[in-house]
Structure formats: C-alpha cells, structure tokens
C-alpha cells in the first residue's frame, strides 16, 4: 500500500492512479441548503449523485469487475450519496470486507464529521488512512445559512443550534484523526455572498488542528436545492480564496467534485458500462446472487388518504395508487395492497420486492427510518411532500421540480401520525 498514490491527497497521483466510490451511504444527518441529492442520476457530475444504491454485499460484486476493467484503481472510498455515519452499519461492514479481500487497497472516507468521532478507533485498525470532512464554517451563525437541519442525538435541530452542534462535532473527530495519525482533507463550499469571505478564516481554524489540505470547492448550481438560484463563483474569486486560504494550510486544486459513484481518473468521464454494472449489482441478492427484480422501475407509488392528494404516511397506507404511463398519458393504474402491519423488517422487504418492485418513485407524506432505509436500498427515489397527486406524478416523469411541495415541517410520531420519518416501522 503506498499511501502516496491517492489521487486526491497528492496532485502528482492524480494522472495516473484512479478511486472507486462505493454508493452504500444513501441516508444523511443534515440538510445542507446548496444539495439535492439524486440516486439515479447517469448524467451529472457532483457530488450527492449516483446511478444506483448497494448494500456492502452487492459492492464487493461490483468492486470486483471494476478491478477487472481497470488496473489503476488505488483507492477506494465512501462518500455519499448521503453521509458515511448516517449509515454506519452499511459503510463499516463495506471497509471491513474491502479491508479483508483487498489487503493492499487504500480505503478513504468523506464525511460532514457529524457522527464520524465514535468510529475514528475502527477506521484506524482498519487502516482507513484517508479521510476527508466537509467543514463550510467555523462561525455557527454562518453555518445557520449554510444547514437547514441538522439531526443529533434523534433531535433535529435548526438555525445556530444546530450548526453549532455540528461544527463541536466536527473538530472533536478532526483532533482525534490527527490523533491517531490518520491524513485529514478538508472540503470547504465557496458560496458566493454565504461564506466566501469566511473560508480564510475555516483555513485559520483548520491550521490549528494540524489538517494535511484543504479543498476549496466551488459551489455548484443545483436545481432543486435551497441554493438553486446562485451564481457560481467565478475563477479569480476562487483563486483569491485559495491564494489567501493557502497561507495557513496545503491547497489542492485539482478537485473535478466526484460523484458518488466516481471510478476511474479524477475528471474521466463516467463509464456507461461500469455505470450499468453497478445498477445490475443493485439487484443481487445476498440469499440468491442470480436474483434480480423483473421489470424496469417504471411507475410511481402514492401513499393517500382519498386518492387526491399525497397525504398519507407510509406506515399507516393499507393502498398505494401506482401511477404509469398509457396510451401516451400518464394515468393511475392500479392500488396495490400493501403487506399487513406487524411484520417488522419484513413488511418493508416484502413491499420492496413485491409491492413496488417496478416502480422508481414514491410518493409519501412522511415514512420511517427502517422503510426508507430499505426502500433506498433497493433503490427506489423516496420524497415526502405535500400536494395534489396529478401534479407531483406529472413532475416526477417530465422531471420538473417538486421543491414546492417538499414536506417543511417534521412532527412528532404517533401525533395524529403524518411522521418525522425518524423511527416508524
């Protein structure tokens, strides 16, 4: 293992040697203003979307025939399309299977550092020897234009709170890296007229606890987000902040912002076959690897109460609406029966396979973790919103927006249940 070849962390790596990110993390623990996160995305490069989900199982399928296809590969990593640590099980039982087949490989992880401190002792013994936190502040009042929510400690807290929650975590587990030898990157968002002129003072922070780079990232425009309508940074106001964040901490400058499900050379264009393979890894079962899911996830499920409008948590729906397109309309098909209550983990499997195993989207107002969790999984594009079922339908297959529609406010469960989605199921 020579950690000098992650192309990343050393600017003369990145020509000749390759990552793999493994899309296994699809839940995160806040909401950052400038994301939105797509799982089936084949034709954008950023980060936060990928062409397909896998449990730590399907990726080792996958990593296998990446490795057959190309020989460059030096690291592989975890970065999204959520957070690493809001889905711990799936991304430490991944670094343990890679650790264990791929002895020599460098492992890496990308993280928003919320929950990254209780593992930093098990990504040391498994010899994770890069990782990289997304710090955009350390000034929480900053931080609160940056971070719609934040979940701590099964609390969602919002505006200073929450961002003051985030930044203790993140130096804490940043200390402990150090501490235990581990290379430490820093992504830094540059947003324009948000905390452009704050990234020197992140640099500042960052040289006290002794971080090996820092990467200034130029905030991408994405539709969807809270963000949507700002302006990308230009050129020189990037280089400025990097020239002034330079003077206290190692820039790297050759960041191409990785999908999630990145392979190859930083800034090769994405691989339609690997891309294909890994939606076919999506579908392997653990059980039975020759099995995959009939059909092609062509239809979109509704949870409501009166068939009007989507209005209906997904713990309490006995029928979902699954909606299609025919003749050239796009019209409801059919209501499905869901599995009986009661069945724990398996009602939500059960659903998954049978219930929705040809349809892409649902369509809820609030679900659980252990359903969504799942459901992501098996990679199906989970929204909570609130409206009229003919125009959330008709936006997610003209692929239009549904900002508009999003849930906003989060309720406690068992209150007249509408859900948080933090616990159901």
């Known amino acids: 293992m020579n950690l000098d070849n992650h192309p990343c962390f050393n600017v003369r790596a990145h020509k000749k040697y390759g990552r793999v990110h493994l899309p296994v993390a699809p839940r995160c623990?806040?909401?950052?203003?400038?994301?939105?996160?797509?799982?089936d995305c084949v034709n954008e490069s950023r980060p936060g979307v990928t062409s397909g989900l896998l449990t730590p199982f399907q990726a080792m399928a996958y990593l296998e025939e990446v490795f057959r296809q190309k020989q460059n590969?030096?690291?592989?990593?975890?970065?999204g399309p959520g957070d690493p640590f809001a889905n711990p099980e799936e991304t430490m039982e991944t670094l343990r299977?890679?650790?264990?087949?791929?002895?020599?490989?460098?492992?890496?992880?990308?993280?928003?550092?919320?929950?990254?401190?209780?593992?930093?002792?098990?990504?040391?013994?498994?010899?994770?020897?890069?990782?990289?936190?997304?710090?955009?502040?350390?000034?929480?009042?900053?931080?609160?234009?940056?971070?719609?929510w934040v979940r701590y400690d099964k609390r969602v807290m919002r505006s200073e709170k929450g961002a003051e929650i985030l930044l203790a975590r993140q130096l804490s587990a940043i200390r402990k890296l150090k501490s235990r030898g581990i290379t430490v990157k820093i992504n830094s968002i540059i947003i324009p007229g948000i905390n452009d002129d704050h990234i020197e003072a992140v640099a500042e922070?960052?040289?006290?606890?002794?971080?090996?780079?820092?990467?200034?990232?130029?905030?991408y425009p994405n539709k969807g987000s809270v963000f949507e309508d700002f302006e990308e940074p230009s050129k020189a106001m990037v280089k400025e902040i990097r020239d002034k964040a330079g003077k206290y901490v190692k820039q790297m400058r050759h960041c191409t912002r990785c999908r999630a499900d990145a392979v190859g050379l930083l800034g090769e264009t994405p691989s339609a076959g690997l891309m294909r393979k890994l939606q076919e890894c999506?579908?392997?079962?653990?059980?039975?690897?020759?099995?995959?899911?009939?059909?092609?996830?062509?239809?979109?499920?509704?949870?409501?109460?009166?068939?009007?409008?989507?209005?209906?948590?997904?713990?309490?729906?006995?029928?979902?609406?699954?909606?299609?397109?025919?003749?050239?309309?796009?019209?409801?098909?059919?209501?499905?029966?869901?599995?009986?209550?009661?069945?724990?983990?398996?009602?939500?499997?059960?659903?998954?396979?049978?219930?929705?195993?040809?349809?892409?989207?649902?369509?809820v107002s609030g679900i659980g973790e252990n359903p969504r969790r799942l459901l992501t999984?098996?990679?199906?594009?989970?929204?909570?919103?609130?409206?009229?079922?003919?125009?959330?339908?008709?936006?997610?297959?003209?692929?239009?927006?549904?900002?508009?529609?999003?849930?906003?406010?989060?309720?406690?469960c068992g209150a007249g249940c509408s859900g948080t989605g933090m616990g159901c199921g």
């Open 29 to 39: 623990n806040i909401q950052c203003n400038f994301c939105n996160r797509k799982f």
């Open 73 to 79: 590969i030096s690291v592989v990593g975890i970065a």
């Open 97 to 148: 299977r890679v650790r264990e087949t791929y002895p020599e490989m460098i492992l890496c992880i990308a993280t928003n550092g919320l929950y990254l401190e209780p593992y930093v002792d098990e990504l040391a013994d498994l010899k994770v020897s890069h990782v990289t936190v997304t710090v955009n502040a350390v000034d929480p009042a900053i931080g609160s234009k940056i971070y719609s």
């Open 205 to 219: 922070k960052m040289a006290e606890l002794d971080v090996d780079i820092l990467n200034c990232v130029p905030y």
């Open 282 to 363: 999506g579908h392997l079962s653990e059980e039975n690897p020759r099995k995959k899911y009939d059909g092609t996830r062509s239809y979109v499920a509704v949870a409501s109460m009166e068939g009007v409008l989507v209005n209906q948590h997904l713990g309490e729906a006995s029928k979902l609406m699954i909606y299609g397109e025919k003749d050239g309309m796009i019209t409801l098909l059919e209501a499905r029966d869901t599995p009986p209550k009661g069945g724990g983990f398996q009602r939500w499997e059960q659903l998954a396979d049978e219930t929705l195993g040809d349809c892409g989207t649902l369509l």
């Open 377 to 412: 999984m098996r990679g199906i594009d989970i929204l909570e919103i609130e409206g009229v079922i003919d125009e959330a339908v008709r936006a997610v297959f003209e692929g239009n927006s549904l900002k508009h529609l999003i849930k906003r406010n989060m309720t406690a």
